[in-house]
């Protein structure tokens, strides 16, 4: 059998620690990383000792500061957040090139070609964990997962975290997976672990394993059926994917949580045109131009409504983008107060350029570029719509995205 | 305590291979000495990049900026441990 060797690093609370990093005085304290304290924003990381008090990304601030009344607030930085991960990805790259960013915080390294045991694995494991702390700072730790394949070498990092590292092998495989929650896999979300719960009985690895592969095809559709087939087995062949073998862009989105809910349409309209600005510029940035707009927003009791609008043709233009959301809003009766608003790009294709019916909106395409030159070098909104005179810029959002 | 302002210092600093460590900064008319420095990154606002340090001084937490374009050093937050 072919030799491979997966290693899976995950940096522990990644924007809390960063945050400790850079301010030792909240070392030791519990953190969390989230809008302004008493904003209805939620929490987009805590640290290891928040952690211990069951304080969770996506709480409520609320929710949290009840489960850990010293909590301390601290709001995102984004640019501290991506200028450590690609310091990171630097240091990765020294040890392969075989690697492949899962996340802001998550890579996966294939070492198959520089090992020839777990051991050398082992050893390399532990010179990433001092190279991160040497170059990223010292209270910065990362937890790693060793094993032959993705699946498992992500299910070995969350075992021992915080500064973790584990190893799965022949001979610990079965007891791992026989360990193992059916939501700490990878692609095994707490849905689908309800649905084999509640419809068939099944809420552990050993239960899904008695199960034939016939069976689970048929109860959850060929796809699902096989990938739970091998995943309670700790198979996968799925290979680590370099950045420059990525896919292409398949969507672009912005989205901005009110500081209150609304049924005021001004409010979300002047929102709504500082995201399509945001969104379209984005997408003139990577010379794609999308055909789909999804309108979406999420109302006060956290479920949701919207539009979606597939055109004849492909635009990028932020007036064109944000007058599809204005029609539309405009007719619309709210059903209940607005507390996100967001939208959403996709059916993307690159450098399409489609004469336009009317003289005006073909002034507005050769402007486009000119804006965005001037705002790419003196900031954001430095030229803007007259829509958005009054408006300052939306606080950056934080989340669990792929830089670029 | 966090006092946020943009106020242009003056910064003492030493190049040390490709590495640049602030050594001390003036404030009021008032010498720190850097104790060390907790971390270094980068931003763009616009075409022009600036670096943090975020430092300690005694039990304190400065965040110094470098702003490339013009050169100038300024204070981006203090936060008061005392």
Redesign the interface.
Known sequence: MTWRCILHVDMDSFFAT?EQ?????LRGKPVVVSGKEGSRSVIVASSKEAKKFGVKTGLLQHEAKKLCPQLIFVEPDG??YD??HHQLVNLLKTVTDNVEVFSIDEAFLDLSDCTQDFNQAEEIASRIKSMVSLDL?EWVTCSIGIAKNKLLAKLASDINKPDGLFIVDEKNINQTLFNSKLTDFCGLGPRTAKTLDESFGIDSIAKLRELKLEKLNLLLGPARGSFLYNLCRGLDDTPVIPDTDKDEVKSVSRSYTLPQDTFNKDEILVVLMHLCESLAHELRSKKLSAKTIIVYLRYEDFTHGGFRLTLPGYINDTYKIFMIGYNRLMKFVLPKGVRLVGIYATNLITSFKQQNLFPFENKLDQLAPFLDKI??????L?IKPAFLLNLKRLRNKVGGFRPN | MIETEHKIIEVLVAFMRNKVMPLSFSLNNKKYAVNKVNMVYATRVGRDKWYYFTVSSGDDIYKLGFDTENSHWFLEAAYYNN
């Open positions: 960063a990093q850079a301010n030792p005085s640019s501290k200028f450590l700072g705002n790419d070098t003196y900031g954001e430095t």
